[in-house]
């Protein structure tokens, strides 16, 4: 079946500008999770979603980043006023949620790059 | 806090021979690991997991890792090498921290199978 679906795949934005990255989880997946890949950082955790329950947004690194998920599927997180060390590559999860399925199935990521 | 340690920036090793990639874990509680693959420009992708039963875990594309309680290591290994397999290995822990969700990860391993 359809894994995870993330776009764009690349952008490239100027410093300050607002961002909005997409994700597309797998059918049926209740749980959705966002990562950031940098060289400097490695793998880091940003904000899970499971059900309609509130978001545990502990890894977000500032106010600048938020992310929403409309009716339990799609989610964005937008960054507002891009910094350059917000340059990273952003990864998107899903999981079922159900019994003891915690392996998470990520998606491709968007190669964000501010200049 | 849970955590992970990859001991090895990079592992090289020769195809045909067999290869360990190591990981050991600090948690609170019972674990539950996990093994990721990366290639080149694209998301990460499951390997197998560690939840309860067997110590010895089976996974895709012949991988297996074995969870030693005692040494507190969660070893990814293969009985031989293919240059295919040359990518970045990632191990995780399941982190419930705070009432959340997430995968702590290593810090990744470079694994090179050579001719």
């Known amino acids: 079946g359809a894994g995870v679906s993330q776009s764009p795949s690349n952008k490239v934005t100027e410093k300050g500008k607002d961002v909005e990255l997409r994700c597309d989880p797998i059918?049926?997946?209740?749980?959705l999770y966002w990562y950031r890949q940098s060289l400097g950082q490695g793998l880091e955790f940003l904000i899970y979603f499971q059900g309609n329950s509130a978001p545990d947004k502990s890894g977000l690194p500032s106010d600048r980043f938020s992310a929403e998920r409309t009716g339990g599927s799609v989610s964005t997180l937008t960054i507002q006023r891009t910094q350059q060390e917000d340059s990273a590559v952003y990864l998107c999860a899903s999981s079922s949620g159900l019994g003891r399925s915690y392996e998470q199935y990520f998606g491709p990521g968007t190669r964000l790059t501010v200049t | 806090a849970q955590s992970v340690a990859q001991p090895e920036d990079q592992v090289n090793v020769a195809e045909g021979n067999p290869l360990t990639v190591k990981c050991t874990y600090s948690?609170?509680?019972?674990?539950?690991l996990f093994w990721y693959v990366q290639y080149p420009n694209r998301g990460l992708q499951f390997l197998l997991k560690?939840?309860?039963?067997?110590?010895l875990v089976k996974g895709s594309y012949g991988f297996e890792a074995e969870f030693n309680k005692s040494q507190t290591s969660f070893h990814l290994k293969k009985p031989s090498a293919l240059v295919s397999d040359s990518a970045l290995y990632f191990c995780a822990v399941r982190d419930i921290t705070g009432g959340g969700n997430k995968l702590t990860f290593g810090t990744g391993t470079q694994l090179k199978v050579e001719l």
């Open positions: 059918s049926g997946h209740t749980a």
């Open positions: 560690y939840i309860t039963g067997d110590n």
């Open positions: 948690v609170s509680g019972n674990p539950y």
